[in-house]
């Protein structure tokens, strides 16, 4: 089994800045890609931003692109989501996700599944 964990969230105004983090524990060696997902209220998850084991990086659209940067540390075991110029429309709360090896970045965006975490509330005021 795979335990993640998020941290970072909170309330922020327009144009601000926060860092999500996601501690992965437990049965790591079959863990491959890694990503973050959002889900605000009355709308469907989506994948915001998805690192593979190799490094390899996607983002959901220009405007994710621009503004927010994922990395992940395997020593500690850790994924990180720096999000910068924080706008309403990204409130939302948002989950950690990995997958086992062997699911690519194009399934995390048609598929949920894999280990998630509990989820960590992002509130951007205008």
């Known amino acids: 089994q795979v335990q993640l964990v998020e941290s970072g969230g909170g309330l922020v105004q327009a144009g601000g800045s926060l860092r999500l983090s996601c501690a992965a524990s437990g049965s790591l060696d079959n863990i491959g890609a890694m990503g973050w997902y959002r889900q605000a209220p009355g709308k469907q998850r989506e994948l915001v931003a998805a690192v593979t084991s190799g490094g390899t990086i996607d983002y959901a659209d220009d405007s994710v692109e621009k503004r927010f940067t994922i990395s992940r540390d395997d020593r500690k075991h850790t994924m990180y989501l720096q999000m910068d110029n924080l706008k309403p429309e990204d409130t939302a709360l948002y989950y950690c996700?990995?997958?086992?090896?062997?699911?690519?970045?194009?399934?995390?965006?048609?598929?949920?599944?894999?280990?998630w975490g509990q989820g960590t509330q992002v509130t951007v005021s205008s």
């Open positions: 996700n990995a997958r086992t090896r062997g699911i690519n970045i194009a399934t995390m965006y048609r598929r949920l599944g894999g280990y």
